[in-house]
């Protein structure tokens, strides 16, 4: 039995009780319903019979009169793949010089039904749609995404064999009561994924190289391997004072000298 079953036969069993009782108030007092309610039970139930007592939604039945076209939605569709970050409006202008006339509401409405409301989830569809239909990216999309996702960024390096690209990276994991600022320092072959990491209270450049030392390059000598160049941002903690000078703080990509 369904739940508007249910409620149908909830209904039914109210009639009945006031009409046992001879007492609509203390019938629907035991039933759990107004008076008001009973009175629009009974006059559905006179009306349409048993059908009278199902729940009736109320709003339009099928698409909303106000929904765009299919067509329209399509482009909007396709517009926000190419272009996710951009807003209602923006979209709406630019659908425009394009012969497609939609408000800025309409397409909210169209990215509400797809669950495309915030510029996060639009670059996530980018991403999947890049993921699982091999979607080919433009310069402006590619540079969306590495700001979006470092994942993009790393998938974009090729390498051929293990050790050929090595990866170090800080990251920050929190502060530790008794300890203080804990980093995690890791290193990974872009090749065969093999990862290394190491915590520490300190960022510092010997703290930077110590899991290097300690662990990589034994590991890859006792595997006859050798790393031929290490990826890491210019990050202070690996850089001399000299190139830290020259960097200026900037942020990206720093390809240090090969091992």
């Not at 009945?16 to 008001?36: F, I, P, T, W």
């Not at 939604?57 to 399509?74: M, T």
């Not at 425009?96 to 909210?108: D, E, I, Q, Y």
Request: hydrophobic share 35%.
């Amino acid at each position: 039995m369904t739940t508007e079953e249910k409620v149908a036969r909830r209904k039914l069993s109210l009639l009945d009780l006031a009409q046992e009782l001879r007492n609509v108030s203390k019938a629907c007092k035991v039933m759990g319903y107004s008076r008001q309610q009973f009175y629009e039970i009974r006059r559905n139930y006179q009306t349409y019979g048993s059908a009278g007592l199902l729940d009736k939604l109320p709003g339009a039945r099928g698409p909303h009169p106000n929904r765009v076209a299919p067509e329209i939605e399509q482009s909007i569709l396709d517009y926000s793949l190419q272009r996710p970050t951009h807003g209602p409006v923006r979209v709406s202008h630019e659908l425009a010089l394009r012969g497609v006339t939609v408000s800025s509401g309409g397409v909210r409405g169209v990215w509400s039904r797809h669950d495309l409301l915030s510029k996060h989830d639009r670059l996530l569809r980018l991403e999947r749609e890049q993921r699982n239909h091999t979607l080919e990216l433009n310069d402006e999309q590619i540079r969306l995404l590495e700001r979006f996702s470092r994942e993009v960024r790393e998938r974009q390096i090729k390498v051929h064999h293990t050790g050929e690209l090595v990866a170090i990276d800080t990251f920050f994991v929190g502060t530790l009561k008794g300890v203080g600022k804990v980093y995690l320092q890791t290193v990974l072959d872009c090749y065969s994924r093999l990862a290394f990491g190491r915590l520490y209270n300190s960022k510092l450049p010997l703290t930077a190289v110590h899991v290097l030392n300690n662990d990589v390059l034994p590991h890859f000598e006792q595997q006859g391997l050798r790393i031929d160049t290490l990826l890491s941002d210019n990050g202070p903690e690996y850089l001399t004072a000299a190139e830290r000078l020259y960097s200026g703080g900037s942020t990206g990509p720093f390809v240090l000298a090969p091992v």
